[in-house]
């Protein structure tokens, strides 16, 4: 071995371990989903005060929740098939939450800008959604949503067929207004006890 | 003595001392592994008291060190003789013993202290549901055991492709493509130990690498198991590295029938283009046949399973046919005069040649679907592995032993190697026709005939292998001989 | 003159790393592999500017190479090939990083790796990029949140087809090797065999 060959190759272990540590949050995860889905659990985000208009027409913000837990999800209307199982999963966990306690709200939020009040209520008949209980709601303004979708780390694509590809997530914000929680992706509220 | 002459000598003796060690470990670890196979076969019948968690240990650990000394076996036969005829380095010659040690450590560490009872070719996903019979460390220990002795296979063996390269040219010429197709003189040829190790250097490096695949991907599962993958490609992955290793052991270890029959019969042996045409079908079909492990997966594709059956049933025939013809005529009128070295590599020759037959047998789907959980498969390969690989690894070991030795005992050691292995792979294959199930720690009553039968087999065969390695023990007290 | 092309390729890259980008194929076995074909060209200029400290450390490559595992390691998580997207400058790290720390490293070790080591890597590396490959292939969810399901797929296909054609080339080369398998005459491998293990260790 040559002079200054285990300080190198020390070195290049060092950096090359901790760089894949910090990527992998200590080799726990390799998607941004996952790396996301922990740091929220060690640091809860604050909920900008953004505007948002309900199924019904009623204006409202995160800030009128304050005292209790709000399961989220991102839907747009038009979703031929995930948006359809979230709602399901809401509809089943509402009818289970219901009996026993009021500290419980769902929310579905809308980021196809496409959708207006109409096609919300729709989407609200569909699933038997009632405000305040379950709002189903968009964002006053794309500056809204572009916020929103950036606090609770949404990525939404163009699927090539006119509608989105987006991850079917359900987060949970807390009493605090604050993202405290990502599901696992693919789980669903119904499936676990309340 | 010039200084050249002087290296040549020292690297022929650190060389010689090379296989020495690797035939240590492969007589001791062999003894030591018998003697849990017939500590197995001791509990079927009833004859001891094994507690069935244990039974299965002893099982995988069995399997995987069995399979090990095969390929470290063959691995000493081939570099022994190939390296008359090619450079090959001795350091990662030596390498490779030391990762197999470590492997070796590991894996038993794995099987009697982290209880890994998953059988040796750990099937995915296996390794992580033990229902609490081992652990997550356990398993990985196991798996880890595995990939290290694979790296040092893989160097191994490319050291070896590569000093057939550099005196060949190509690994074509070294497998005698040219001499195969009639492109090139027969008497151009390389010489049988060179054909031999170019099939064994490019059917166990695609088949380690691909074993190091499902390794990773496996280890990862145990830590991570969110992380999943297809069942049914792991076990293609698992099978194609499992079978080509073991089957590739035997392919090393005739190469000591091409180098030491000569010696016995003064005849030198002859390769023709038959002999090239059939390892280079050989070794196209060795890297193929592996599907034949998965003929009762229903959801396999039907034209792999059979291709699988029609290569398996070819496979081993075209070297074992131009082998077995081989050795006939240079033992026939050769006035050979037989020893027990001679004996073992000779029974080496005719126990693969029968063990085709079952294998066959096995070969076929709608026997397979009937007799692959049954004894008749541990029958069939340790017809081939026992009476046909072993045979010439420790015809190997007699050989370089040399006639100094005490060899009184010798002959005793291969009459009970054989008959004990014949009794042993009857009872096999007996119990196997009977319906017996394979891998079951707790025997019918109706099953124990086979069982003792088996039993009384394999204690004459650790009797004869006894011999044999405290032979070749004894043997090693002698200075290495430094001539050619 | 080479130098300066060189530098205007990675340039070009930059420019049209959106439209490279938006297809994980794309991204993975096209703009990767040219960043760090970039660093290895590097290497060749700057080869003679080696400083002294880092030839002699880099016993037989290993540092060096090592550093080319973690670098090419680290840019194909599915997390980071995500942040590319989302963050310019983590891009531009990225289009930094692979240059130096991956093809100029690649470059400058790896003719110091002995040929067994070479072949132990060339061994170890394309089936693993086939077993990446596969594993993008048969993943039933997305990994990266900027690529589509199908894009996925035909990423892990494409990796696949990488590994597949590096594979077979690479035992072409050893099976055929040098004389040409096909060449007749001044190949008596007698000859060769007593030249090479006179030589041989």
Known sequence: MTRGFAPLLGLVLCVGVGALAWATEGFRVITSEGARQVSIARHPIPIPNVRLIDQDGHTFSFGDYHGRTIFVDFIYTRCPKLCGELGDDFRQALSRSDAKNGHVAFLSISFDRADDREALQLYADRYAARAPRWRVAMPYDARGLSMLLQTFGVTVIPDGMGGFVHDGTIYAVDESGRVARILDPGARIAAVPP | MTSIEAIGSRSRISATAAVRAYLVVCGIVLLLMMLLGLTMRLAQAQWIDVEPNLFYVIMTMHGAGMVGIAGLGGAAVMWHFVRRYIPVSTGIFIANLVFFLIGAVLILGAGFIGGFAGAWTFLYPLPDHSGGLWSANGAAAYMAGLLVIGVGFLLLHLDIARGIISVYGGLGSGLGVKQAFGFAPEKDGPPPAVAASTMAAISNIIGIVVGAVVLVLSLVNLYVPSFTFNTLVAKNLIYYFGHTFINVTIYMAVIAVYEILPVYTHRAWKTNRAFYLAWVLSTLMVLTVYPHHLLMDFAMPTWILVAGQIISWLSGLPVLLVTAFGTLTNVYRSGLKWDAAAGLVFIGVAGWAIGVIPAIADGTIPVNSVMHNTQWVPGHFHTYLLLGMMAMMLGFMTYLAGPKSPSRLAPLGVWLYLIGGTIFVLAFLAAGSASVPRRYAVHLPAWLPYDRAGSIGASLVVAGALILIVRFLVSLRSPIDATP | ?201
């Open chain 3, 1 to 201: 003159m080479t130098r300066g092309l060189v530098l205007v390729v990675w340039g070009i890259l930059w420019l049209v790393r959106t439209p490279l980008e938006s297809d994980m194929a794309l991204h993975m076995t096209v703009q990767l592999p040219l960043l760090i074909g970039i660093g290895y060209m590097l290497a060749t200029f700057l080869r003679p500017h080696e400083p002294r400290w880092f030839a002699r450390a880099d016993w037989f490559g290993i540092p060096g190479l090592l550093l080319v595992v973690f670098a090419t390691s680290f840019w194909m998580l599915p997390r980071m090939l995500d942040l590319a997207l989302s963050d310019p400058w983590i891009d531009l790290i990225k289009f930094a990083s692979l240059p130096l720390l991956a093809g100029l490293p690649l470059g400058l070790s790896w003719s110091r790796m002995p040929g067994l080591g070479r072949a132990f890597l060339w061994a170890n590396f394309i089936p693993k990029l086939a077993a990446i490959g596969g594993l993008y292939l048969a993943a039933p969810t997305r990994l990266c949140a900027y690529y589509r399901l199908d894009q996925q797929t035909t990423a892990g296909a494409a990796l696949i087809a990488v590994a597949v054609a590096l594979g077979l080339s690479w035992s072409a080369v050893l099976f055929i090797g040098s004389p040409p398998f096909w060449s007749k005459g001044g190949e008596n491998a007698v000859e060769r065999m007593r030249g090479a293990a006179s030589g041989g260790p």
